[in-house]
């Protein structure tokens, strides 16, 4: 009768005949994905094994390697049969794992629809960094492979890492149980100073040289905004438990801009939720300008922050007497975490692995991504963006994705002074 009543059900195990390794393939080998590895290997939830590698770079997968090797010792089991370099390496690398172990997409976000897509399809659970797509019909691609793992009974950790890191949960605690009021406006800043895209060297291969400097280029990664912002956005929905209807803004270049690349260095960008409240986001990406990264909450009684700038052990995580946000006004503060945000994630993925516990970030991952394209496209484009459109849209940077070779023409090309096209308001079109 048991057999019966669970027969079509998923259940999840990790591994049979005792052995409860999981089994780590890090696909994408650059410093994210390397950190993460180290995350993986540091949590008390394990043991973990990075097992495979993959990487569209052979130098940087070598890198990884070594540097991992060094580091973790018997936990990096990659022997040279199983590190795969090209733009299929992702696959090769997924194929070796087992139910239970973990693929780590932590390359770029114009693939990593279809990587989650592969993963989940091999009902292997997965780890993916953020961003999560480029554009809206990558956003529905992660929601729909997020509903058949969730059928699968699959586990999806998104890297929005702020979300695990338990003092913000107990800010958003005290928030859910009014001690703030009624959230009215949020302000979230990122200033800081970011490099810009030099021209290309003639014997440089365009199509690897714009995925290699992926967060100057829209169609690899979504942008700078996408890659960095992304936290933050993340951050304003959760603190209003709810998603925006819209969004509008501004940005543009200082004069005399010499970057090559596609990003803008200030943007601002307003969102409306459904019941009127404002959210804004200001960045600046400029040197000796006034710098800042904290996401201030404010409510009808007093004012609190989510802090970027500790450590990333958000011990500076506040609440205030009143509207005033200053170190001589705080009414709560929280202690000194014992583990990063980053180590906390991969807590909560391990822990639901290893005892089946529920745990599949997959659509809110997908949704903040979709707000957070909403507030880039209103910048671009230069109108207001709605929920609705943003989330219909069919618009792609690289429709042919997913066929990309090295023999491949690089779906953008610069113009004769070595400049790629940049967003220009009332012109442009990415929705």
């Known amino acids: 009768m048991a057999a019966s009543a669970l027969a079509g059900v998923a259940v999840p195990r990790v591994h049979a005949a005792g052995d409860n390794t ?23 939830y394990g043991p973990v094994k990075l097992y495979a590698m993959a990487d569209l770079f052979e130098k940087r997968l070598a890198s990884s390697h070594k540097v991992l090797s060094e580091k973790l010792g018997g936990q990096v089991d990659v022997p040279p049969d199983r590190r795969f370099v090209g733009f299929d390496a992702y696959k090769k690398a997924i194929d070796l794992l087992r139910p239970g172990d973990v693929a780590m997409l932590t390359g770029y976000a114009g693939w990593r629809p279809m990587q989650l897509e592969y993963a989940v399809a091999k009902g292997i659970n997965v780890f993916m960094e953020k961003s999560f797509a480029t554009d809206p019909p990558g956003v529905r691609r992660i929601i729909a492979a997020g509903e058949v793992a969730e059928k699968k009974g699959l586990k999806i950790a998104a890297g929005l890492m702020a979300r695990h890191a338990p003092n913000r949960q107990e800010l958003i605690r005290r928030i859910r149980d009014g001690q703030l009021g009624d959230i009215q406006i949020i302000r979230a800043f990122r200033m800081q100073p970011c490099g810009t895209l030099p021209p290309r060297k003639p014997e440089d291969n365009e199509l690897r040289w714009q995925i290699s400097r992926f967060t100057h280029f829209l169609w690899v990664s979504g942008g700078l905004w996408a890659e960095m912002n992304i936290h933050q956005v993340d951050e304003i929905c959760w603190i209003k438990d709810a998603w925006p209807v819209s969004a509008h803004g501004v940005g543009g270049r200082i004069a005399g801009s010499r970057d090559c690349g596609q990003n803008l260095d200030s943007l601002s960008v307003e969102w409306t939720f459904a019941d009127g409240t404002k959210a804004y986001h200001v960045t600046r990406w400029l040197p000796k300008c006034h710098a800042e990264f904290n996401t201030y909450m404010h409510g009808t009684k007093c004012a609190g922050v989510f ?3 500790s450590g990333h052990r958000d ?16 009414a709560w503060q929280a202690e000194e975490g014992l583990f990063t945000y980053y180590q906390a994630e991969w807590n909560v993925l391990l822990d639901a692995i290893h005892n089946n516990k529920p745990h599949n ?8 991504n979709l707000a957070d394209i909403m507030g880039r ?11 609705d459109e943003a989330m219909k849209s069919d618009f792609r940077f690289c429709p042919n994705i997913e066929s990309l070779t090295d023999a491949s023409e690089p779906p953008l090309k610069a113009g004769a002074d070595g400049r790629y096209p940049v967003p220009i308001p009332g012109q442009w079109t990415e929705i």
């Not at 496209?377 to 929920?387: E, K, N, P, Q, S």
Request: glycine residues 10%; positive net charge; hydrophobic residues 45%.
């Open 361 to 368: 970030e997959a659509k809110r991952a997908a949704f903040s």
């Open 377 to 387: 496209a209103a910048v671009h484009m230069g109108r207001v963006i709605t929920w």
């Open 307 to 309: 802090p970027w700038l």
């Open 22 to 44: 999981i089994r780590l393939a890090l696909i994408g080998c650059g410093g994210r994905g390397s950190g993460a590895v180290v995350d993986a290997s540091q949590s008390p």
């Open 315 to 330: 011990d500076l995580t506040r609440i205030y007497r009143d509207q005033r946000c200053a170190p001589d006004n705080i």
